[in-house]
């Protein structure tokens, strides 16, 4: 079975610290997501990464995907109220959407 | 642009009754369709997808089942709830790998 660890579960910042949250698996996957969801919302997309060892940046958001396309990190700098969230990564098996997803890492950041 | 609609937001209901959610996609064609449970605390889990009108793959065997009528339109259904079919049920589509979310329907079965 193909399983996503993300780590930490759970994370408590102030505004404008910066973070790193994890998302590691044993097995190799063909591309792999982030997501962030709100309370009572859906998951709404962040960003794909492709090629081993790939990183892209969204503004304050930089996500990473390892080398063996098995792990990727999302770095948050100068956090603010509004990256609150569920942040959720998710692994493809192959060219359609039926993917692998971690349970999570909840980020508060408080003003 | 596309937009997928799921409804309703939130549902109570009691065990033993039957369920029907409905998803569709608008701005899109032959899109595949998923739904997806979410326990508190929990991933989100695959139950059904489907790659065309009247195909459905089932992902985890449980008390519900999922239909594709026409090629935008997605329903979970169940005859008789059960307690632990509570949870936040997401509909999603793609075209490819990226998943588009709708905003969730909240279940209690009490």
């Known amino acids: 079975t193909q399983l996503l660890e993300q780590s930490p579960q759970f994370l408590s910042i102030q505004e404008g610290e910066n973070l790193t949250v994890y998302c590691n698996s044993s097995?190799?996957?063909?591309?792999l997501q982030w997501y962030r969801q709100e309370p009572g919302e859906g998951p709404v997309l962040l960003v794909t990464?492709?090629?081993?060892?790939e990183v892209k940046k969204l503004k304050r958001l930089t996500f990473q995907f390892g080398d063996a396309r098995k792990d990727s990190s999302l770095h948050i700098t100068a956090a603010q109220p509004g990256d609150t969230g569920l942040y959720l990564c998710?692994?493809?098996?192959?060219?359609?959407?039926?993917?692998?997803f971690g349970k999570g890492t909840k980020l508060s950041v408080k003003p | 642009s596309q937009t997928i609609h799921q409804w309703p937001a939130t549902l109570v209901q009691p065990v033993g009754s039957p369920l029907s959610l409905e998803c569709t996609v608008e701005?899109?064609?032959?899109?595949?369709l998923y739904w997806y449970r979410q326990a508190a605390g929990r991933g989100l889990q695959l139950l059904f997808y489907?790659?065309?009108?009247?195909?459905i793959s089932s992902e985890v065997p449980q008390n519900l089942s999922a239909s594709r009528p026409q090629d935008r339109q997605f329903i979970l259904s169940s005859k008789k709830l059960l307690l632990s079919d509570s949870g936040f049920y997401l509909c999603?589509?793609?075209?490819?790998?990226?998943?588009?979310f709708g905003s969730g329907t909240q279940l209690s079965v009490l």
């Open positions: 999603a589509w793609s075209v490819r790998v990226e998943l588009f």
């Open positions: 097995s190799v996957f063909s591309s």
């Open positions: 990464v492709v090629t081993g060892g």
């Open positions: 998710a692994g493809a098996r192959g060219s359609q959407g039926n993917l692998i």
């Open positions: 701005g899109t064609s032959n899109p595949n």
């Open positions: 489907s790659v065309g009108i009247g195909q």
